[in-house]
């Protein structure tokens, strides 16, 4: 970590994207406890979160081939900003008394569409401005201070603060924001050399990131199991905070803290994942990751104790982690740079696009079955994809 923090881009790119990580933290603990405020229905508060996830489908692959043609480091400011300025107006329509369910899924399907952009350009200015060989090592500590900043910090700070104000937290994730922003000023990076892009050639570059995708087994399939995987996590969170309230029976503040226990879970695995990929490799990793996921689930629909269900969802944050990190290194590594963009942009789609479907399912299931229902599906789907990816991926790193 030292050699990368002496990097003095990779710095400030790191310390631009745990000030946005602080921020983002705040809001999406706050837009969860927000729309819980405003209504109990289990279908309205999931509109919210598939509107927040809807973005990965109809924007990210598009946002992928875009990516390519760009100044990473000059468009990942250029979201900050955009991202400052829309979370401004949302504080100005929660102070003057216009903040609805309707706008709250607007908001999020707004600052979900540029996060697309950022979360592209991140991953692909990181070989870029790491002067690191070991990707593991910056992508985990990349995604480690932002995870640090978004779970422990901003997570329970955003609960917290929104007791005290409901503008608060939102408030302040405008300003880290512009921090983040002010902090890439002069910041370059290589800088593509590629042609003036038009839609048509978007069009098109998607779909060859799609199909490069396509063609690469090992990639494809880490795409489907991480994407069937995601399904059912995500359909977890998007009713985590019912499940909060109303089964485990804590108060808003509360939640804010049972957050921050499941990240202890992210950072443990981001803390663990590099010598266990160092021991294991990347496809053994990331079929151990999967492996834990079910029995989380189970544990969870199973208990009524907030501190079972935090260490039920801790050991998911973990597994979590760990398989970001290493599915970002196989992508860095096995996809070549003129194609990332393209190709990040065909993974975000396969694997984000089954987020909003995932909400979608928990928030019907959970409005006709209950609360619990959601966990129990998912507890089956996830053994069913730990299976998968046990025999597919271990296969994929004898043969290498």
């Keep these: 970590m030292a050699n990368l923090l002496g990097e003095r881009r990779f710095r400030r790119l790191f310390t631009a994207a745990t000030t946005s990580g602080l921020g983002d933290g705040l809001r999406i603990t706050a837009f969860a406890v927000f729309a819980a405020t405003l209504t109990r ?5 999931t509109l919210v979160a598939v509107a927040a996830h809807l973005p990965w489908v109809l924007v990210g692959p598009f946002i992928g081939a875009l990516v390519d043609h760009l100044d990473h480091t000059r468009a990942l400011r250029a979201c900050y900003l955009v991202q400052a300025v829309v979370m401004t107006a949302f ?21 979900t569409s540029v996060e697309t952009m950022a979360y592209n ?23 480690g201070g932002q995870f640090i900043a978004t779970e422990f910090l901003g997570a329970p700070l955003g609960a917290a603060l929104f007791v005290v104000g409901w503008q608060l937290p939102f408030l302040i994730d405008a300003m880290t924001f512009g921090v983040a ?12 050399p590629t042609p003036r892009v038009d839609f048509r050639s978007l069009f098109r570059e998607t ?8 063609r690469h087994r090992l990639l494809r399939t880490v795409c489907l199991l991480v994407g069937i995987a995601n399904l059912t996590t995500v359909g977890a969170i998007s009713i985590s905070v019912l499940y909060a309230l109303e089964i485990l029976h804590i108060s808003r503040t509360g939640y ?23 021991l294991l490799g990347n496809e053994r990793t990331l079929g151990a990751a999967l492996a834990v996921l079910p029995l989380a689930f189970l544990a969870g629909s199973l208990t009524s104790e907030p501190i079972v269900a935090a260490l039920a969802f801790a050991l998911v944050g973990a597994g979590i982690s760990a398989g970001r990190v290493v599915t970002t290194t196989m992508r860095q590594i096995m996809v070549p740079q003129h194609m990332f963009g393209k190709v990040t942009g ?31 599906a998912g507890t089956f789907v996830l053994a069913l994809t730990a299976l998968a990816a046990f025999r597919e991926l271990f296969r994929a790193a004898k043969d290498q």
């Design 41 to 45: 229905d289990p279908f309205q508060v």
């Design 91 to 111: 504080v100005a329509l929660i102070l003057t008394h216009r903040a609805s369910i309707p706008v709250l899924i607007v908001v999020a399907f707004v600052m």
């Design 121 to 143: 350009l991140i991953q692909a200015a990181t070989p870029e401005l790491s002067g690191s060989a070991d990707l593991n090592a910056a992508n985990s500590w990349l995604q």
């Design 181 to 192: 922003a002010i902090l890439l000023l002069g910041l370059k990076g290589k800088g593509p």
């Design 207 to 214: 779909a060859d990131g799609c199909a490069w995708l396509f």
């Design 256 to 278: 804010g803290l049972l957050m921050l226990i499941i990240a202890v879970g992210g950072l443990l695995g981001l803390i663990a994942v590099r010598k266990i990929a160092a």
């Design 346 to 376: 065909a993974f975000a789609l396969f694997i984000s696009g089954t987020a909003p479907i995932g909400a979608l399912l928990a928030g019907v299931i959970a409005d006709r079955y209950g609360l619990r229902a959601p966990f129990f």
